[in-house]
């Protein structure tokens, strides 16, 4: 390449002094034959620059024909283009959408970050040197002061707390490898919480009976949003209603199938699993009224409930005995606990 622009220079340089030399006079065929030679020695060069060198601001990352291509050109940092993330403070539920919006905001400042941040998500072991790295994901080695810095800046105003006292510890000097274990770190637990979270709401617990429903049902409805939060799919209707009647006593579950609610969709189901559970909170409501009010109350006699003589009248088993409606409600309560 430096051959070709010497050659290029040194002919266009003789060609300048015969025209300064003879102003005004025809080309000769000396000169037609330069500037044939001129011509052709221009298109080598812009084949070589197009072949060989990415054009500044274009995509960098894309696959060259040349294996020996690489990146040369990043633009300076400015903070103030695009989204900027949030600071990341080390919650492994915030980290796929911090990470996604932090390679965003990079990639707005120059495009050439898609394929420096991606070559260091690569690799799997610590990068010991700027310069290995660079080599080996044909980057050019003259940005490494560019590239540390812009990262160094960037992580350091856009982590916090432990995230970010550890990247300071480290230094600018293994800024690359920061954040490198930043990604495999969390990449890796999130991996696992995924398939442990996922694990969780295919298996619910079930609840033991009405008294302990809602608090296993909002449990893993919980476990659901945290779920999708770190990147899990949302579960197909069909198994989120199979799944859902897994979390409801047996005897509520007969219930619902029978009705036909499992057939329904899962907004429905849920829908009448919390109507149930209202039910249930509304008969305990009336069941503690009720034992309150026993307590004021003494429990009718005999004589009353047989209808004896009180104070020489006769008192029928009716509403108007002496505590009757308060039994009476109690009972039906009993009756619709036995029901649940």
Avoid at 3 to 28: N, Q, T, W, Y
Avoid at 177 to 205: A, C, F, G
Avoid at 217 to 239: A, N
Wanted: contains cysteine; aromatic residues 6%; proline residues 4%.
């Amino acid at each position: 390449m430096d051959g070709i622009l010497k050659e290029a220079a040194s002919i266009i340089l003789e060609l300048s002094a015969r025209m300064v030399a003879e102003p005004g006079s025809e080309p000769g065929i000396a000169d037609q034959q330069m500037k044939r030679k001129v011509d052709e020695v221009m298109k080598t060069i812009n084949a070589a620059v197009s072949k060989d060198v990415n054009v500044p601001g274009s995509e960098v990352g894309s696959e060259s024909n040349d294996e020996t291509a690489e990146l040369i050109h990043l633009k300076v940092l400015d903070s103030k283009a695009g989204i900027q993330p949030e600071k990341f403070s080390g919650r492994e539920e915030e980290f796929a959408e911090w990470d996604d919006l932090y390679c965003g905001f990079m990639e707005l400042l120059d495009p050439s970050w898609e394929h420096i941040l991606s070559a260091i998500k690569t690799e799997k072991d610590k990068i010991k040197t700027p310069e290995e790295f660079f080599k080996k994901h044909k980057i050019s080695v003259n940005l490494k002061s560019s590239v540390i810095n812009q990262m160094n800046i960037t992580l350091l105003k856009y982590t916090e707390g432990a995230t970010k006292t550890r990247i300071q510890s480290r230094g600018k000097g293994e800024i690359l490898d920061s954040y490198r274990e930043l990604y495999q770190k969390h990449v890796d637990k999130s991996v696992r919480n995924k398939l442990d979270m996922q694990t969780k709401i295919t298996n619910p617990d079930t609840a033991d009976g009405m008294e302990d429903l809602e608090s296993k049902f909002e449990k893993w409805e919980k476990d659901l949003r945290v779920f999708i939060q770190i990147g899990g799919k949302d579960i197909p209707d069909e198994q989120k209603a199979s799944i859902i009647l897994q979390i409801v006593p047996d005897d509520l579950r007969e219930q619902l199938i029978q009705q036909n609610q499992s057939l329904e969709s899962p907004e429905k189901l849920e829908a009448e699993i919390r109507r149930r559970i209202t039910l249930y909170a509304e008969h305990k409501s009336r069941k503690a009224k009720s034992k309150k009010a026993l307590g004021a109350l003494d429990k009718p006699s005999e004589e009353q409930h047989s209808g004896a003589s009180v104070d020489g009248k006769t008192q029928s088993c009716g509403s108007d005995a002496p505590g009757q409606l308060v039994w009476d409600d109690w009972y039906g309560d009993i009756g619709m606990l036995d029901m649940w």
